[in-house]
């Protein structure tokens, strides 16, 4: 019913900067809450920002003051400017949007495919 598709990922040298992307389509008459996750290898997934409906933001403490979270909801794309890349940026980042179904009248979650991020010189 819902489709994302992330993009933008890759690799970088430590203090670069990368442009994540991820749209949605599909049977969607509302999202709420979206957001990027990333899990490292071995590791649990985790939050790394969050950006509600009307614009507010949540970031993890680790990346605080260099990534910006963003979204435009006339194209249900959420966005994750990350600027001064360090080696434990590398991961998995992965979207997930809060989507109301109007079909099913609820709220769900979808995550996206991933796309990989790796710092490293």
């Known amino acids: 019913q819902v489709q994302l598709v992330e993009s933008g990922g890759g690799l970088v040298q430590p203090g670069g900067s990368l442009r994540l992307s991820c749209a949605a389509s599909?049977?969607?008459?509302?999202?709420?809450?979206m957001g990027w996750y990333r899990q490292a290898p071995g590791k649990q997934r985790d939050l790394a920002a969050s950006?509600?409906?009307?614009?507010?933001?949540n970031y993890a403490a680790s990346v605080k003051g260099r990534f910006t979270i963003s979204r435009d909801n006339a194209k249900n794309t959420v966005y994750l400017e990350m600027n001064s890349l360090k080696p434990e940026d590398t991961a998995v980042y992965y979207c997930?949007?809060?989507?109301?179904?109007?079909?099913?009248?609820?709220?769900?979650?979808?995550w996206g495919q991933g796309t990989q991020v790796t710092v490293s010189s």
């Open positions: 997930k949007i809060g989507v109301y179904i109007i079909s099913s009248g609820s709220w769900s979650d979808y």
């Open positions: 599909g049977n969607i008459f509302r999202i709420n809450t």
């Open positions: 950006i509600t409906h009307n614009g507010d933001t």
